[in-house]
């Protein structure tokens, strides 16, 4: 047998595989894919849900409503509670596999238009995106796989059927990108089920980039400085209560030097219920202490 047969076949027999176990999530306008991982339980990419309900179809040809249990925006996943019938949770496989070079197989079942499965490889791995609540997802892994509009949520596998990934992101010229389906990916979907949603740390601001900073600093005539330029403050969020003021430039965040918005957001992740935020504001040095603990807004 070649080549092109050996593909042929195994995607067929993913397909087998998978026909049980593939969704389509959404309608009209918004429409994307879905995993069952578990008996009334369908994943998905976080951008797929619109509201706290979501139209799930299976390859039966049976739709029903589902409830969104819990949403992860920054980490772009969202589990769904939903009847799921006869369908089949797909098994995991072994993340630690993904290295350039593996065979993988992409499979989709955009908005409930029939199951795609299609064949790619590895081309990179430990690759970063932004997710749509604006945050850097570290991490994913880039294939080739090709995949149609509104397959964002369904499964990257092995030639056993396995799930190895979640695809989430296209790039340009049929690269995709995919988050490993990893014991962290277990833990936050048994979370958002509880519907626990990752409590990421917020200071609840808008920010301008550094670039912007300066010019506006220039314009008014302050010296340049490296920093964040705080554009707005959310009501009672840590930021505010701790007295960052709407055009303070934050310049440092537990005494490191803030260079970009992904280097505050890292600088966050790893912070403990309270740190110490260097603000000018004007000419004037500030040091403000910010408590996390307290909850945020945004």
């Known amino acids: 047998m070649g080549v092109l047969e050996e593909i042929q076949v195994s995607v067929k027999n993913v397909a087998g595989l998978l026909e049980k176990s593939v969704v389509g999530v959404g309608h009209r306008g918004a429409v994307g894919s879905g995993i069952v991982t578990s008996p009334g339980r369908v994943l998905t990419n976080a951008h797929n849900i619109r509201g706290e309900e979501v139209d799930v179809a299976f390859l039966d040809g049976r739709s029903s409503r589902g409830t969104v249990s819990g949403i992860d925006t920054d980490g772009d996943l969202s589990v769904i509670s939903v009847e799921t019938g006869e369908s089949r949770a797909l098994e995991w496989g072994d993340p630690a596999s993904l290295e350039i070079g593996l065979p993988v197989f992409g499979a989709a079942n955009p908005g409930g238009q029939g199951l795609r499965v299609t064949f790619g490889l590895v081309s990179a791995v430990q690759r970063s995106f932004r997710g749509p609540g604006g ?9 080739t796989a090709p995949l149609l509009p509104g397959s964002s949520g369904g499964p990257l596998v092995d030639a056993a059927g396995r799930l190895l990934a979640i695809n989430t992101n ?3 010229e049929g690269f995709y990108l995919a988050i490993p389906a990893d014991e962290s990916l277990r833990t936050n979907i048994e979370a958002l089920a509880r519907g626990d949603a990752r409590d990421r740390p917020r200071l609840g601001i808008g920010i301008a980039p550094p670039h912007v900073a300066k010019a506006l600093r220039r314009a008014v005539g302050l010296p340049e400085a490296d920093g964040l330029l705080v554009r707005h403050v959310e009501e009672g969020t840590p930021a505010a209560r701790a007295g960052v003021n709407e055009g303070d430039l934050i310049v440092e965040v537990a005494g490191r ?8 957001h890292e600088l966050l992740e790893t912070a403990g219920p309270e740190l110490e935020v260097k603000v000018l504001h004007g000419t004037e040095e500030r040091l403000l202490k910010v408590d996390l603990a307290g909850g945020s807004a945004g």
């Open 257 to 264: 030097p803030v260079g970009g918005v992904d280097e505050l």
């Open 170 to 172: 296209r790039l340009g």
């Open 135 to 143: 945050r850097k997802i570290r991490g994913a892994v880039e294939h």
